[in-house]
């Protein structure tokens, strides 16, 4: 598959999901049908983005993922299997950040890498605490589960105090919003957030003095 034409296929996937997912929500007579044309869909774009992540174009991927704000948005009031579909497509690419930029050396690339992370966690933290995981059969196993825990925790680490803020505090709206849901538990970098800010806090104290 050229990566041209992998590209914008790409693009009308994302433009169809949306459409599909939004037009599911708004008009419950056709959800089901839409549903199921929404899920056959993301089922496809996960298989675009393999093939593209594949081909060795895994930041273009992530990149792309993370920007999709609109689709991130409705796909909190999706149908179910939908959801299910979209949170394997975001750990896949979640996955894909482990080990992106890693031997970066220049300074404006590993900012616009951290921001991309950062975009990632933003769009897409909602959906992986509030969406429907799976119940009779598991979207995600408990390895991959723990996996993707351990990532984002390594995501979150590497970004700065104020940024960590800004995503711990979105996890922690939309993890207290679901008490079915312990997942994702990212109570460790939570915790070394409150910690680091005690000793920030208290480090100004003293400079103040």
Request: net charge neutral.
């Amino acid at each position: 598959m050229g990566t041209g034409s992998g590209q914008f296929r790409l693009d009308r996937v994302f433009r169809t999901v949306r459409d599909g997912v939004w037009s599911g929500r708004v008009r419950e007579d056709v959800s089901s049908r839409l549903g199921n044309s929404a899920e056959k869909l993301v089922a496809e774009l996960l298989w675009l983005t393999q093939k593209l992540v594949g081909c060795g174009f895994e930041e273009e991927a992530v990149e792309r993922w993370a920007s999709a704000s609109n689709l991130a948005q409705l796909s909190v009031v999706a149908e179910n299997r939908v959801q299910g579909s979209l949170v394997k497509v975001s750990a896949f690419l979640f996955r894909q950040t482990k080990d992106t930029g890693l031997e970066e050396t220049e300074g404006g690339n590993k900012q616009r890498l951290r921001q991309t992370k950062m975009k990632m966690l933003i769009t897409w933290l909602p959906l992986l605490c509030r969406g429907n995981n799976g119940n009779d059969i598991p979207v995600l196993s408990l390895s991959e589960r723990a996996e993707l825990e351990m990532i984002l925790e390594d995501v979150i680490d590497m970004l700065q105090h104020e940024e960590q803020e800004q995503v711990l505090s979105l996890w922690l709206h939309h993890f207290t919003y679901c008490p079915s849901s312990d997942w994702p538990n990212l109570h460790a970098s939570y915790a070394r957030w409150c910690t680091t800010s005690r000793k920030l806090f208290f480090s100004s104290i003293k400079d103040v003095k």
